[in-house]
């Protein structure tokens, strides 16, 4: 299990691309796995440097998928050729467009409206969702886990796609997870809204510079509190990236 993962900082990352997630996800749907799967980026491994349970509950999980680009350069950092960009969004449409797959879905999170233009789509190109829900925005702590777990059950889904942000969709997957029956939970953060297109992917060459939160920044967002935020969150970030080299120099594998 410890070679499938890099460090950066105190947080590990999974050795993965694209195909071999969804491989990794379909084998986990079809061994009855209970589980969960983060999705990490330069912000949640900074917030995870401060919260040591959010660190905990990354490197617990079953997969912790390189969603931005800057996780790929510390790849490379490490010498890991064959680490690549796994974002969520893509992993989403993805996932729920291949219906040969037979996996059945449940979306929980973002707004109720969010929710119904989704299902207004994939109705179109009847996709296999069987369940949506928009839980209020609160605490996690006030959340009833066990009436959410119960209407997943109830509606057979193999996979739930968490659209709460993380960290909170992370925390609130862990809090789910003991009243679930063989369901394998996916934080996915704004991933229902590229999938409707009210976000949009930056184009090759900002991902490749890794700014794409720069350029789908929220809509009507006052951009100087923005980017205040964006460099608050993506700064420190750089400093893990540093340290690799060294780590490299000292004896240091990438597993450790």
Known sequence: MKYERFRIGGTYISKTSPEESVQKIIQAVEGNKTTYICVSNPRTVTIASKDKEYQRIMNDSFMNLPDAEPMVWAARLWGLKDVQRTMGPLLFKRMITESQNGLKHFLLGDTQETLDSVLEVTRRKNLNIVGVLSPPFSDLDDYDYKDYADRINESKADIVWLALRAPKQDFFAVKLLPYLDKKVCIGVGAAFRFFI??????????????????????????????????????????YYLLKIPFWRLSGRKYYE
């Open 197 to 238: 297109g009210e976000y949009k992917l930056a184009p090759l060459i900002i991902r490749k510079f890794g700014l794409m939160g720069l350029y789908w920044g929220k809509k009507n967002q006052k951009y100087i509190p923005f980017i205040v935020g964006y460099l608050k969150d993506n700064v420190p970030f750089i």
